[in-house]
């Protein structure tokens, strides 16, 4: 059981790119899902949630430049990133909630159990 995510490069600001996060060996439909990000120096934060109804929460700073979604195997989750700021600079990683339950347990790592190895995203 892992997740591992791709996608990741190095970006202007204003370009755009599309993070996959591709679980192998579960469904990720019955999880809440989520994308963190790490910057040098800073703690792990967190960007976006899905539920397993599909509902998304997003982190203020990314919201309405930033999309979520799920492939309809289940086995995919992408995190679509427009209008890219030098300030998205970071590592990403997606998560997996440590409780099968379908909603999110709250916004912070301590809820995921899962994580993959992450990918890095430089906007200059």
């Known amino acids: 059981v892992q997740l591992v995510e791709s996608g990741g490069g190095s970006v202007q600001a204003g370009g755009s790119l599309r993070l996959a996060c591709a679980a192998p060996?579960?469904?990720?439909?019955?999880?809440?899902m989520g994308w963190f990000r790490q910057a040098p120096g800073k703690e792990r934060e967190w960007v976006v949630l899905?539920?397993?109804?599909?509902?998304?929460s997003f982190t203020d700073s990314v919201q309405g430049r930033f999309s979520v979604s799920r492939d309809n195997a289940g086995k995919i989750l992408y995190l679509k990133m427009n209008t890219l700021e030098p300030e998205d600079t970071a590592t990403y990683y997606c998560?997996?909630?440590?409780?099968?339950?379908?909603?999110?347990?709250?916004?912070?790592?301590?809820?995921?159990?899962?994580w993959g190895q992450g990918t890095q995203v430089t906007v200059s």
């Open positions: 998560a997996r909630d440590r409780r099968r339950v379908g909603y999110c347990s709250g916004t912070e790592a301590a809820s995921f159990d899962l």
């Open positions: 060996g579960f469904s990720i439909s019955p999880y809440c």
């Open positions: 899905i539920d397993a109804l599909g509902t998304a």
